[in-house]
């Protein structure tokens, strides 16, 4: 089991501390994270959410969860976000990282799992479980709580969306709460340049503020570094990725097998096919276009990608662009075609 068992809970556990009782209020405040990624989606809450951090260590690698958390007429409402460490889903898949915070959840707090199944929501792009579940009766007679949970893996980060509500109340709050969710789907774009060395090369448009995600894996060859930032919009992700290779790869390997090796990892991460792969030139340097596409499966719409790979030096660069078949592919174009490199 890859959570240790004095693991302080994740955020579900935030949503039964006690609170203090808040009056119905027909102005509920609309609550978005001031975080580029936890930004994507905003809910409204009847007054601002307590936050709360949560740094929960596993065998492979330590959780970081932001919860915000409300509570009205008993019935307690809370969003949080969970960064899973890109191991755990390499290790685990998504599937397993979405029961595991689940079975969890409910053993330790001795719940009940009544249902839990995929969805798909009307809003653009939340495609994910939803769990409901039952809490015991208190000590002192309560007759129990019964819960709704929404989970969604998007990238390394985990969004979910909890309520709890006496068992003897109607589901009006909760309805609520679950009623308000947006998802934020027109954002400014900005021109994007890294402030590193060797990165600073190149500038692209990107919508909103770019989150950043480091990583660093083994090769054959040594030690890979790279720096990943990526925009949304409107269930899209525009990803600028920069990776310091090996000192030797690029002579021991050559540029041929290091930008095969950069597409299929891009294939198989976005679980997709390839539909193009050709040379490509771009203000003088020399790389590759990849064109691809991934299958509808459970529900979730299929997508189209197109991504490009440069090399120069020991510095790979590698820009991708992956959206619903619903968005226009003008939005690809838009990304790639501000694209410029800088001498």
Not at 186 to 196: A, G, L, V
């Amino acid at each position: 089991m890859i959570m240790k068992k004095t693991t302080v809970l994740v955020f579900f556990a935030l949503i039964i501390i006690a609170l203090p009782a808040l009056h119905a209020d027909e102005n509920w405040v609309k609550f978005t994270s001031d975080d580029p990624h936890e930004g994507m989606i905003s809910v409204k809450f009847p007054d601002t959410p307590v936050h709360k951090e949560r740094k929960i260590d596993t065998v492979i690698g330590q959780i970081v969860a932001n919860v915000y958390v409300s509570e009205i007429e008993n019935t307690k409402l809370a969003i949080g976000f969970i960064k899973v460490p890109a191991e755990m889903l390499d290790y685990a898949g998504r599937e397993k990282v979405y029961n595991l915070i689940v079975s969890i959840y409910l053993e330790e707090n001795f719940g009940t799992k009544e249902s839990y199944e995929d969805f798909t929501s009307e809003r653009r792009g939340l495609h994910g479980k939803v769990l409901h579940y039952r809490l015991p009766p208190s000590a002192e007679g309560h007759p129990g709580y019964h819960g709704k949970a929404q989970l969604y893996l998007d990238g390394t980060l985990l969004f979910t969306l909890n309520a709890i509500k006496p068992l003897d109340q109607p589901d009006t709050l909760i309805d609520r709460f679950y009623d308000s969710l947006e998802v934020v789907e027109e954002r400014e774009w900005s021109r994007f340049r890294s402030n590193e060395d060797d990165e600073d090369l190149v500038s692209i448009l990107m919508p909103g503020k770019p989150a950043l995600t480091e990583s660093t894996s083994k090769s054959p060859l040594g030690k890979v570094s790279s720096h990943n930032y990526t925009g949304r919009e409107q269930g899209a992700n525009y990803v600028a990725s920069y990776s310091t290779l090996p000192r030797f790869a690029v002579t021991l390997a050559g540029s041929d097998t290091i930008f095969a090796n950069a597409k299929e990892s891009v294939l198989t991460k976005a679980f997709a096919d390839e539909d193009s792969y050709l040379p490509n030139t771009r203000d003088g340097w020399e790389g590759m276009k990849l064109t691809y596409r991934t299958n509808a499966v459970r529900g979730k719409p299929s997508f189209g990608g197109r991504a490009e790979f440069y090399l120069q030096g020991r510095m790979l660069y590698v820009f991708n662009a992956i959206l619903p078949v619903t968005i226009p592919d003008s939005y690809i174009d838009r990304y790639f075609d501000s694209l410029t490199i800088q001498e």
